[in-house]
């Protein structure tokens, strides 16, 4: 209890910055999810690169992309009613998920050390499975963050790894 009430003061104070950290840890821990649990890779054969890839585009990227379009989308459709969460999932999943999917994956194989010509490939290749996986998951999500979570709170998405392979 005494770190979750840290964590509210930090968030508090600093809202911005704890976001941008918080993206970046929960990318960091996911991938290193994905390595460890589901890819089974071990410690030996642990991408670090791939893992501090993923940190810098959470704290880089996610966490203030989403971050600014959560404020934004709290604007466009404020309220806190189930017509307003699905109002908000809708444009969130319709409109919002799928640029930041074309932006997001061009920036991870950059980062990745692609060329440009094997990134638009790895795009042209990669985007219309991300894009549907995200539609599995994500809207029942959205759904639950918008009507559940205080927009204080609300953080970023994690993505299906790996999505440096």
């Known amino acids: ?34 390595q460890q649990l589901v890819e089974r890779r071990g410690l030996r054969e642990h991408q670090t690169g791939r893992t501090l890839i993923m940190i810098s585009l959470g704290c880089g990227f996610v966490g ?16 806190t009613t189930k017509v307003d969460a699905l109002k ?30 094997d990134n638009w490939a790895k795009l042209q290749r990669d985007y219309p499975d991300a894009l549907i996986t995200n539609y599995y998951l994500w809207p029942a999500v959205q759904l639950a963050n918008f009507y559940l979570v205080p927009l204080h709170y609300r953080y970023d998405r994690l993505l299906p790894h790996p999505l440096l392979s």
Do not use: E, N
């Not at 932006?103 to 692609?114: E, I, M, N, Q």
């Open 88 to 117: 908000k999932m809708l444009l969130d999943q319709g409109a919002f998920a799928p640029c930041f999917l074309g932006c997001f994956l061009p920036l991870v194989g950059t980062l990745s050390g692609l060329s440009a010509q």
């Open 64 to 79: 203030p992309v989403v971050g600014g379009w959560y404020k934004v989308l709290d604007r466009i459709i404020p309220g």
């Open 1 to 34: 209890m005494a770190l979750w009430r840290a964590y509210q003061r930090a968030l508090a104070a600093h809202p911005w910055k704890v976001q941008v950290l918080t993206a970046g840890s929960l990318m960091g821990l996911g991938d290193i999810i994905s």
